[in-house]
Protein backbone atom coordinates (compact mmCIF):
# COMPACT_ATOMS: atom_id res chain seq x y z
CA UNK A 1 0.00 0.00 0.00
CA UNK A 2 1.32 3.12 -1.02
CA UNK A 3 2.43 6.12 2.01
CA UNK A 4 1.19 9.28 0.37
CA UNK A 5 2.33 11.61 2.66
CA UNK A 6 5.61 9.71 2.42
CA UNK A 7 5.23 10.80 -1.73
CA UNK A 8 4.71 13.81 -0.47
CA UNK A 9 7.40 14.52 1.38
CA UNK A 10 9.92 12.74 -1.24
CA UNK A 11 8.13 15.23 -3.84
CA UNK A 12 8.45 18.43 -1.60
CA UNK A 13 11.79 17.61 -0.72
CA UNK A 14 13.50 17.02 -4.80
CA UNK A 15 11.33 20.30 -5.84
CA UNK A 16 13.14 22.21 -3.44
CA UNK A 17 16.82 20.81 -3.78
CA UNK A 18 15.98 20.70 -7.83
CA UNK A 19 14.40 24.07 -7.48
CA UNK A 20 13.05 24.60 -10.86
CA UNK A 21 12.09 28.25 -10.19
CA UNK A 22 15.56 28.99 -9.04
CA UNK A 23 16.94 27.80 -12.74
CA UNK A 24 14.79 30.45 -14.05
CA UNK A 25 17.31 33.12 -14.53
CA UNK A 26 20.27 30.71 -15.16
CA UNK A 27 17.86 29.03 -18.44
CA UNK A 28 17.47 32.81 -19.23
CA UNK A 29 21.05 33.87 -18.93
CA UNK A 30 22.51 30.28 -20.91
CA UNK A 31 19.99 31.00 -23.62
CA UNK A 32 20.52 34.97 -24.55
CA UNK A 33 23.15 34.30 -27.50
CA UNK A 34 21.19 31.29 -28.51
CA UNK A 35 18.68 32.22 -30.92
CA UNK A 36 14.68 31.48 -29.95
CA UNK A 37 14.13 28.48 -32.30
CA UNK A 38 16.58 26.42 -30.52
CA UNK A 39 15.98 27.43 -26.72
CA UNK A 40 13.18 24.79 -26.23
CA UNK A 41 15.88 22.10 -27.44
CA UNK A 42 18.49 23.15 -25.02
CA UNK A 43 16.06 22.82 -22.49
CA UNK A 44 15.09 19.58 -23.43
CA UNK A 45 18.67 18.72 -23.77
CA UNK A 46 19.73 20.39 -20.41
CA UNK A 47 16.49 18.29 -18.19
CA UNK A 48 17.80 14.97 -20.54
CA UNK A 49 21.10 15.62 -19.41
CA UNK A 50 20.16 16.63 -15.65
CA UNK A 51 17.64 13.12 -15.61
CA UNK A 52 20.75 11.09 -16.45
CA UNK A 53 22.92 12.14 -13.87
CA UNK A 54 20.59 11.94 -11.41
CA UNK A 55 19.68 8.54 -12.45
CA UNK A 56 22.80 7.50 -12.50
CA UNK A 57 23.60 9.05 -8.99
CA UNK A 58 20.30 7.02 -7.75
CA UNK A 59 21.53 4.17 -8.43
CA UNK A 60 25.88 4.39 -7.70
CA UNK A 61 24.92 5.63 -4.32
CA UNK A 62 22.84 2.78 -2.96
CA UNK A 63 25.35 0.47 -4.49
CA UNK A 64 28.46 2.30 -2.98
CA UNK A 65 26.00 3.07 0.38
CA UNK A 66 25.36 -0.66 0.51
CA UNK A 67 29.21 -1.55 -0.70
CA UNK A 68 30.44 0.26 2.51
CA UNK A 69 28.29 -1.06 4.70
CA UNK A 70 27.51 2.15 6.11
CA UNK A 71 24.50 2.34 9.17
CA UNK A 72 21.42 4.28 7.42
CA UNK A 73 21.39 6.31 10.82
CA UNK A 74 24.90 8.02 10.37
CA UNK A 75 24.46 8.31 7.04
CA UNK A 76 21.29 10.06 7.68
CA UNK A 77 22.51 11.95 10.26
CA UNK A 78 25.35 14.01 8.18
CA UNK A 79 23.08 14.18 5.15
CA UNK A 80 20.57 16.14 7.09
CA UNK A 81 23.71 18.30 8.46
CA UNK A 82 25.00 18.46 5.16
CA UNK A 83 21.90 19.68 3.24
CA UNK A 84 20.67 22.01 6.56
CA UNK A 85 24.55 23.74 5.81
CA UNK A 86 22.92 24.02 2.18
CA UNK A 87 19.86 25.23 2.88
CA UNK A 88 21.26 28.18 4.85
CA UNK A 89 23.23 29.09 1.97
CA UNK A 90 19.91 29.22 0.26
CA UNK A 91 18.34 31.54 2.86
CA UNK A 92 21.19 33.66 3.75
CA UNK A 93 23.88 33.56 0.94
CA UNK A 94 23.84 34.42 -2.46
CA UNK A 95 21.20 33.24 -4.59
CA UNK A 96 21.10 30.07 -6.55
CA UNK A 97 21.12 32.29 -9.85
CA UNK A 98 23.77 34.52 -8.78
CA UNK A 99 26.38 31.93 -8.13
CA UNK A 100 25.63 30.11 -11.53
CA UNK A 101 24.87 33.02 -13.70
CA UNK A 102 28.44 34.06 -12.47
CA UNK A 103 29.81 30.63 -13.31
CA UNK A 104 28.26 30.53 -16.43
CA UNK A 105 30.24 33.78 -17.92
CA UNK A 106 33.31 31.31 -17.87
CA UNK A 107 31.73 29.12 -19.96
CA UNK A 108 29.15 30.95 -21.64
CA UNK A 109 29.18 28.39 -24.75
CA UNK A 110 28.38 25.17 -22.73
CA UNK A 111 25.14 26.94 -21.58
CA UNK A 112 23.04 23.73 -21.82
CA UNK A 113 25.31 21.54 -19.68
CA UNK A 114 26.88 23.82 -17.47
CA UNK A 115 25.71 25.24 -15.76
CA UNK A 116 21.86 24.89 -16.33
CA UNK A 117 21.85 20.59 -16.52
CA UNK A 118 25.03 20.70 -13.63
CA UNK A 119 24.85 22.03 -11.25
CA UNK A 120 21.68 23.98 -11.30
CA UNK A 121 19.27 21.21 -12.11
CA UNK A 122 21.40 18.11 -10.92
CA UNK A 123 22.90 20.21 -8.20
CA UNK A 124 24.90 18.45 -5.12
CA UNK A 125 22.21 18.98 -2.90
CA UNK A 126 19.70 17.04 -5.18
CA UNK A 127 22.38 14.02 -5.28
CA UNK A 128 22.65 13.92 -1.78
CA UNK A 129 19.02 14.33 -0.98
CA UNK A 130 17.83 11.55 -3.55
CA UNK A 131 20.54 8.79 -1.40
CA UNK A 132 18.66 10.15 1.61
CA UNK A 133 15.79 9.30 0.11
CA UNK A 134 16.60 5.86 -0.95
CA UNK A 135 17.79 4.68 2.08
CA UNK A 136 14.95 1.68 3.39
CA UNK A 137 16.10 -1.31 5.18
CA UNK A 138 12.37 -2.90 4.38
CA UNK A 139 12.35 -2.56 0.86
CA UNK A 140 14.96 -0.58 -1.09
CA UNK A 141 14.73 -1.59 -4.39
CA UNK A 142 10.87 -0.19 -4.24
CA UNK A 143 12.11 2.57 -2.33
CA UNK A 144 14.47 3.49 -4.95
CA UNK A 145 11.68 3.08 -7.91
CA UNK A 146 9.36 5.87 -6.17
CA UNK A 147 12.14 7.96 -5.69
CA UNK A 148 12.88 7.86 -9.04
CA UNK A 149 9.55 8.43 -10.02
CA UNK A 150 8.68 11.75 -7.87
CA UNK A 151 12.61 12.77 -9.70
CA UNK A 152 10.77 11.96 -13.23
CA UNK A 153 7.71 13.84 -12.24
CA UNK A 154 9.73 17.10 -10.78
CA UNK A 155 12.05 16.99 -13.83
CA UNK A 156 8.93 17.01 -15.92
CA UNK A 157 7.57 20.01 -13.95
CA UNK A 158 11.20 21.99 -14.51
CA UNK A 159 11.29 20.70 -17.89
CA UNK A 160 7.65 23.03 -18.25
CA UNK A 161 8.99 25.74 -16.26
CA UNK A 162 11.71 25.91 -18.45
CA UNK A 163 10.13 25.67 -21.95
CA UNK A 164 7.77 28.76 -20.20
CA UNK A 165 10.61 30.93 -18.50
CA UNK A 166 10.89 34.20 -20.63
CA UNK A 167 6.92 34.33 -19.67
CA UNK A 168 6.95 33.42 -15.93
CA UNK A 169 10.22 35.57 -15.26
CA UNK A 170 8.69 38.65 -17.02
CA UNK A 171 5.72 38.26 -14.20
CA UNK A 172 7.85 37.46 -11.04
CA UNK A 173 10.60 39.31 -11.82
CA UNK A 174 13.94 38.59 -10.08
CA UNK A 175 12.70 39.85 -6.79
CA UNK A 176 10.00 36.81 -7.23
CA UNK A 177 12.97 34.58 -8.22
CA UNK A 178 15.00 35.40 -4.37
CA UNK A 179 11.99 35.16 -2.77
CA UNK A 180 10.82 31.67 -3.44
CA UNK A 181 14.34 30.34 -3.40
CA UNK A 182 14.61 31.95 0.01
CA UNK A 183 11.47 29.70 0.80
CA UNK A 184 11.95 26.70 -0.35
CA UNK A 185 15.36 26.83 1.61
CA UNK A 186 13.30 27.27 4.85
CA UNK A 187 11.70 24.31 3.73
CA UNK A 188 14.62 22.25 2.66
CA UNK A 189 16.28 23.18 6.21
CA UNK A 190 13.11 21.64 8.00
CA UNK A 191 13.79 18.22 6.10
CA UNK A 192 17.20 18.68 6.92
CA UNK A 193 15.98 18.66 10.67
CA UNK A 194 13.25 15.89 10.27
CA UNK A 195 16.68 13.91 8.93
CA UNK A 196 18.65 14.18 11.45
CA UNK A 197 15.71 13.22 14.10
CA UNK A 198 15.41 9.67 11.72
CA UNK A 199 18.25 9.43 11.89
CA UNK A 200 19.40 9.38 15.74
CA UNK A 201 16.28 7.64 16.28
CA UNK A 202 17.68 4.94 14.09
CA UNK A 203 21.11 5.13 16.01
CA UNK A 204 18.82 4.66 19.09
CA UNK A 205 20.23 8.11 20.16
CA UNK A 206 16.36 9.42 20.41
CA UNK A 207 13.28 7.89 20.46
CA UNK A 208 10.32 8.93 18.36
CA UNK A 209 8.08 7.36 20.81
CA UNK A 210 4.98 9.07 18.71
CA UNK A 211 4.10 10.37 15.24
CA UNK A 212 3.33 14.14 16.85
CA UNK A 213 7.08 14.19 17.05
CA UNK A 214 7.87 13.99 20.68
CA UNK A 215 10.99 12.45 21.79
CA UNK A 216 12.34 10.04 24.46
CA UNK A 217 16.10 9.82 25.55
CA UNK A 218 16.94 6.47 26.07
CA UNK A 219 18.24 5.73 29.61
CA UNK A 220 22.27 5.25 29.79
Given at each position: MLDWSTLLREFVTLFVVIDPIGTLPVFLFATAGVPVALHRRMALRAVLVATLVLLGFLIAGQLVFEALGL???SFQVAGGLILFLFALTMIFGDTKPAREIEEAERDHMAGAVFPLAMPSIASPGAMLAIVILTENDSNPVAE????AVMLLLVLLITLGILMAAPRIHRLIGATGVSVISRIMGI????VAVDAVLGGLDALGVLTLSDPSGSLDIPAD
Open positions: RLGQVLTLLAT
